[in-house]
């Protein structure tokens, strides 16, 4: 093409001599350029390109720098350079659009090419899980330490005086006759596998003054014959609150805490009076049923509400046993199944299969 | 205790159908199950709890209806059309033991026709799950579900001497009792007699000898007050329970002996006909005066936090039979916060003594409901448990790992139990266990772990990496001593086969990674060879941990234990003490504080070694750390070749060791220095060579 050879002549051997006849040239030479471009984009060698125009030594615009813009005269010398950075401007400006372009169009075939099919898992890592009972666990001391609650534990292996008599419940009492208990073979002592977490109200009042406000998780034994609902062991979380000054009220305020924080904000309470040795007045704690919402159901027994566990105020007779004054002192008691807790929060219909381990049930609680 | 609502209505006026009174009899302590029809009309179904024995009857239910609803409850006045005759010419009666017998009332009838009862009495026993016998014995159960007072029917003409004995059983005494079996008894139990044999078993159950049956004409009504520790005792020891027992060991009410004798007298006429013989006998060495109890605004509001009004207060406890009246100098001023009552306790109410059991029954009538909710200001910190923080951090790693946790019954089957028992480990042995096995606290828990591992195999799940936190149990000098402990376990496939990648079998060195990364929050566990027999001797490994001495053991389960538990997978166990782990968990917590990450490039070089069978790695890695080399970082084993071209008693090992300085940049110099000095101390100490690459 004439005019990129043109670039190797100065303007004064090609009769350039006005500003009109250099504006005419690098018009020339920049319809040249899109031609080029325009030309070649589907194909184009955008780097070979870009060396012919833009090269450092021989590229097109640095020869009109040597060959135009240098010797040029001087009348036509401002014309010269402002072309040329304009023609400069236009070669750049192009090639960054077309190089933009290019890397697109690589992109969307690559992403074509690649497209993998999301609808196969990828590489799962094997993560283990925390046991349901373990999580109900962290709930309910969660709930509980957000009121001041302590937590304690204490031996399984228990002692008759404090499973039993610390507790008002003596050897011949009635009581017992729900609390069937395996005994240790040997014992001296004649220990016991403990029947419930409350040996730890008398164990923590002997060592500590008051204020005491504790929970207290832990295995319990029974010796029921296993059946859906009962096994040879299940979990418990003991609570107690003993102070100068905690009436039937702060009980009442405490449970229905819980149940609100445990069951959700809609969940109401009932407590409905009942009797155990250790506590007077004594309450079972009830919740509207989970299932109906309260409306009555199947599984509530058509009564809309849900026992959840047993409490009450402590009974001034514990209190002789641990050297509390029972006239300056009162307090309150409670003793949730834990597993009960969580078959009913999380719809597990069996106990057994809290203990059975098996994995499938064990995943499903992530 | 199942409650016929025409029944109850008998006694008190109550209106309420019966799925209101069901509600309202929950809320003030006696939880109705159920409701359902019967012939005889709706049925409750009725929880009474222990304290409670005056509810196990239709009267006592009558009473506690009739202080919900504020109702009088109607007395029970039977009439009878006696004979001239007295009974106390008829029969005698001697208490020779009255500590076990408080009472004892007998009415004697005599000409009375035993038939089967009338419609309505067999509907109403029926209805509350009792058989129709006789219209004689159905009345003495129908007055026992009406007032609460067991009652027995003797045939007076097979009593010698025709008079009653309340003794203790002689040594080696035996009788047969009504349910046909022959019982021997011992002299703690106590016995009704007559001239010359036991006749029943006080408060439990009669004997077949002196049995009413269809040709009887003459009976002895018994209605007496046995002591309950003896009755339960007896009951018990005979495993024999009978409603009667039940309710003597709750405590019967002395004082409606004598009543339930006039009511079942008067029944039995009217069913059976026959003349009732003038009188009742009745000998009562428990005759004890009404105690009285005190109840306060003062205390009732202690305990309850809320105030009940005086009306209230005196109308439950009036209807509830405590006779409240006002003793305090401020009688006047109704809601007196100085108020105080005095009660009588009724004879049905041994269970209420005490100013806080005036305090129950007001507050369970007046309404749990009324009284307000307030949550007690926290005076102290909440606490976890000590190690709380700690144990978060064990778990959370373990399950990151891989392991699913597991929670397990200590109560295992004593032979397993006894396989990883350690020697001179005293197990703690349930004396009476339910089953064979769960007979014994765990020893281990390696025992639970299994039965997990098994009980998934068996369900054809057979990858598995399981964990519990729990506990071992053992006795030391006969003392208990609970043991906390992480136990793992694994099996099958580490990796299962996946488009993306190939499947690997668990192994040993996956266990011992797994440990290791526990390990790293307790700053790091130390190996040793060996362990207990149950583990493959070859991996049988014992761990521990810097500052906290030995923590347990791992390995896999030797071939012979997998055998004869049925266990084909090989199985990958160990167990760890986790007081001492959680307390090397927290020391290294301690003592963990920030390095300075260095600026300048690592340089790893690896050497080839050929080193004698026996050589460990660790004597490589010691040996080369010996010579403190500023500059040295790590010491890894990059590869392990036995066999092949290796000469016989040699193995290669190629190490891969990492350089670093703070300061600088290392030179080529630099690194070379400190690889001769590698290599030297590798031929000089272990006789190690390098192997030609």
Not at chain 2, 527 to 554: H, K
Request: hydrophobic content about 40%.
């Amino acid at each position: 093409m004439a005019t990129t050879d043109s670039t190797k002549q100065t303007l004064a051997q090609m009769g350039v001599d006005s500003p009109t006849k250099v504006a005419s040239l690098f018009d020339d030479l920049r319809s040249a350029f899109d031609r080029d471009v325009a030309h070649e984009i589907s194909s184009l060698d955008l780097e070979a390109a870009r060396v012919k125009w833009l090269g450092r030594k021989a590229g097109i615009l640095a020869e009109i720098g040597d060959n135009w813009l240098k010797p040029a005269a001087k009348e036509i010398k401002p014309a010269v350079g402002q072309s040329l950075n304009a023609l400069k401007a236009h070669v750049e400006g192009q090639f960054t659009a077309l190089a933009a372009a290019k890397d697109t169009a690589r992109e969307q075939s690559a992403a074509a090419r690649d497209q993998i099919d999301l609808s196969l898992p990828g590489v799962e890592r094997a993560i283990g899980t925390r046991h349901l009972i373990r999580q109900t666990y962290e709930e309910l001391e969660r709930i509980f330490l957000s009121i001041g609650f302590r937590v304690v534990e204490g031996p399984e292996i228990e002692t008759p005086y404090y499973n039993f008599e610390a507790l008002n419940i003596p050897e011949h009492h009635p009581a017992r006759d729900n609390m069937d208990t395996f005994y240790i073979e040997g014992s001296k002592a004649g220990h016991l596998l403990r029947t419930h977490t409350s040996p730890m109200q008398i164990r923590t009042m002997e060592k500590e003054k008051p204020p005491v406000r504790i929970i207290v998780p832990g295995k319990v034994y029974r010796r029921d014959n296993p059946d859906s609902t009962h096994g040879y062991m299940f979990h418990q979380i003991e609570g107690l609150a003993v102070d100068t000054d905690i009436t039937f009220c702060d009980f009442k305020g405490t449970v229905e805490y819980f149940v609100r924080e445990f069951l959700g904000p809609k969940a109401k309470t009932r407590l409905r009076p009942s009797y155990f040795p250790f506590t007077e007045p004594s309450a079972e704690v009830d919740a509207t049923c989970h299932v109906c919402g309260g409306s009555g159901c199947r599984v509530c027994k058509f009564s809309g509400w849900i026992e959840l566990f047993g409490a009450g105020m402590v009974n001034p007779a514990v209190y002789g046993c641990v050297n509390y004054d029972p006239e300056k002192l009162s307090g309150f008691a409670f003793g949730m199944g834990v597993d009960r807790l969580a078959m009913m929060k999380y719809g597990v219909g069996e106990l057994p299969v809290l203990t059975q381990n098996d994995v499938r049930f064990l995943r499903q609680f992530p | 205790m199942k409650i016929v609502y025409n029944w109850l209505k008998e006694f008190v006026d109550a209106t309420a159908p019966p799925a209101e009174l069901r509600s309202r009899l929950s809320l003030a302590g006696v939880a109705v199950d159920s409701v359902e029809e019967s012939a005889a009309g709706p049925v409750l179904d009725a929880e009474i709890t222990a304290n409670r024995p005056d509810c196990l009857g239709h009267y006592g239910m009558a009473r506690e209806v009739a202080a919900i609803y504020r109702l009088p409850v109607k007395a029970l006045q039977p009439k009878l059309k006696e004979a001239a005759i007295k009974a106390s010419d008829a029969t005698r009666v001697e208490i020779e033991a009255p500590e076990l017998c408080g009472r004892y009332t007998a009415r004697i009838m005599r000409g009375v026709k035993i038939q089967p009862s009338p419609d309505w009495l067999r509907q109403r026993l029926e209805a509350i799950g009792q058989n129709s016998i006789n219209n004689v014995v159905d009345v003495t159960n129908y007055v026992m579900f009406e007032l609460g007072q067991p009652m027995h029917a003797f045939d007076l003409d097979k009593l010698s001497e025709r008079r009653i004995v309340v003794r203790r059983a002689r040594a080696g005494e035996k009788i047969r009792t009504l349910d046909g079996v022959e019982r021997a008894l011992t002299k703690d139990m106590c016995v009704i007699a007559d001239a010359s044999r036991a006749l029943a078993i006080a408060g439990v159950m009669g004997g077949s000898e002196s049995e009413i049956g269809f040709a009887s004409r003459n009976v002895l009504l018994e209605s007496a007050w046995f002591d309950p520790i003896t009755v339960r005792r007896t009951s018990k020891a005979l495993g024999l329970r009978t409603e009667a027992s039940y309710r003597f060991e709750r405590g019967a009410d002395p004082e409606m002996a004598e009543l339930a004798t006039r009511r079942a007298a008067e029944l039995i006429q009217q069913l059976g006909g026959g003349e009732i013989l003038s009188g009742v006998v009745d000998v009562y060495p428990g005759r004890a005066p009404a105690p009285s109890i005190e109840l306060s605004r003062k205390e009732l509001l202690r305990v309850m936090g809320a105030d009940v009004p005086d009306r209230d207060i005196e109308e439950i406890l009036a209807a509830l039979g405590f006779h409240p009246s006002r003793t305090d100098a401020h009688r006047g001023t109704p809601g007196s916060l100085l108020a105080v009552w005095q009660c009588t306790q009724p004879s049905w109410r041994r269970d209420a003594s005490r100013g806080i059991d005036l305090i129950e029954e007001v507050a369970r009538h007046y309404g749990y409901d009324k009284f307000p909710p307030r949550l007690p200001p926290a005076k102290q910190p909440a606490h976890r448990l000590p190690h709380a923080e700690a144990q978060d951090r064990l778990r959370e790693r373990v399950v990151a790992l891989g392991y699913q946790e597991i929670v397990a019954i200590p109560l295992v089957d004593a032979r397993r139990d006894e396989i990883f028992r350690a020697e001179g480990v005293a197990p703690a042995v349930i004396g009476n266990p339910l089953a064979e096995d769960a007979s014994v606290m765990r020893s281990t828990g390696i025992v639970s772990m299994l039965g997990a591992l098994e009980w998934n195999l068996n369900h054809g799940q057979r990858n598995l990496r399981l964990f519990e936190i729990g506990k071992t149990y053992e006795l030391r000098d006969g003392e208990p001593v609970e043991t906390a402990v992480l136990t793992l376990g694994a099996t099958g496939l580490a990796r299962e086969k996946t488009i993306h990648e190939a499947e690997r079998e668990f192994t040993f060195a996956d266990l011992k990674g797994d440990l290791d990364g526990i390990g790293k929050l307790a700053g790091r566990f130390g190996w040793q060879s060996g362990g207990p027999a149950w583990l493959a001797g070859g991996l049988a490994s014992r761990i521990s941990a810097g500052n906290s001495g030995a923590l347990g053991v791992a390995g896999q389960l030797a071939r012979r234990v997998a055998d004869q538990l049925k266990l084909r997978q090989e199985i990958f166990v160990a167990e760890l003490r986790l007081e001492p782990l959680l307390a090397g968990i927290e020391a290294a917590r301690a003592t963990e504080k920030f390095t300075l990450i260095p600026r300048f490039p690592a340089v790893e070089r690896d050497f080839s070694l050929v080193l004698t069978d026996g050589v460990k790695f660790a004597q490589v890695a010691d040996t080369i750390r010996a010579l403190a080399i500023p500059e040295l970082r790590s010491v890894e084993p990059a590869d392990l070749f036995r066999g092949g071209k290796m000469p016989v008693g040699k193995f290669s090992l190629m190490i891969r060791v990492t350089f670093q300085s703070g300061e600088t940049t290392l030179t080529d110099a630099r690194i070379a220095e400190c690889s001769s000095q590698i290599v030297a101390a590798l031929e000089s100490k272990l006789g190690a060579t390098l192997r030609a690459s």
